[in-house]
């Protein structure tokens, strides 16, 4: 059973257009929703994180979209650069983390 | 600082050897997670340990795999027999407790190849 679903599996945007990931989830016990950002050869690193009560976070470039009632949240990358072509995780933790099956995101120069 | 660092990097080994993954967390974490990744399943968490005790290894698939933190800068994950679907890539991570909001620091892990 997979507990967080993401989507697209990968996903082409041109340079300076906004790239974004979609996740839903079904156990409400989660209460913590990272995003892990993986280049080639590395491991995953956290790149920003949200929890239920709030809807929305940016860092920089980065927004994470919360919608507590679907049970969805999403990543948006605006003005989408060349060195943000990487897979992103998104992921959800009760006790532990539950990572999506990721999306490849490839950034045209 | 030095980050969650992984031995080692590459391995190749034949089926039914013996395989020794090793892990060294960032100093001052207390929590290290065990995880695998291949392209059918994604990444799984295998087992983490609080305080060097293992606290949930229900992600280890077989007994052929085995986990030990002996102290509390060094880990090691043992499959013994090896098996071709073994085959993954494994990350160690570290954090700083266990609390939900900790974030988890990952190494560059270790691609381990059975023939």
């Known amino acids: 059973q997979q507990q967080v679903k993401q989507s697209p599996q990968s996903l082409i945007v041109q340079k300076g257009g906004i790239s974004i990931i979609n996740c839903a989830y079904e156990n409400t016990a989660f209460d913590y929703f990272p995003w892990y950002q993986q280049f080639p050869g590395k491991g995953p690193a956290l790149l920003i994180a949200i929890r239920p009560d709030v809807s929305e976070k940016k860092e920089g470039r980065f927004t994470i979209s919360f919608n507590k009632s679907a049970k969805q949240f999403s990543l948006h990358i605006m003005d989408s650069q060349p060195g943000d072509s990487a897979t992103n995780f998104c992921a959800a933790r009760d006790d532990k983390i539950i990572f999506g099956k990721g999306t490849r995101l490839h950034i045209l120069p | 600082d030095a980050g969650v660092i992984q031995s080692p990097r590459h391995e190749v080994t034949e089926m039914g050897q013996e395989v020794t993954l090793r892990c060294k967390p960032i100093?001052?974490?207390?929590?290290l997670f065990w995880y695998r990744q291949t392209m059918m399943r994604g990444l799984e968490l295998l087992i983490y340990?609080?305080?060097?005790?293992?606290i949930d290894d229900s992600g280890m698939p077989e007994d052929r795999f085995s986990a030990k933190m002996p102290n509390a800068s060094f880990s090691t994950l043992k499959i013994q027999p090896s098996e071709p679907r073994d085959s993954a890539v494994y990350f160690c991570?570290?954090?700083w407790g266990t609390g939900r909001h900790q974030p988890q620091h990952f190494g560059d892990g270790t691609r381990l190849s059975i023939l």
């Open positions: 100093s001052g974490h207390n929590s």
């Open positions: 991570a570290s954090s």
């Open positions: 340990f609080n305080n060097n005790v293992p």
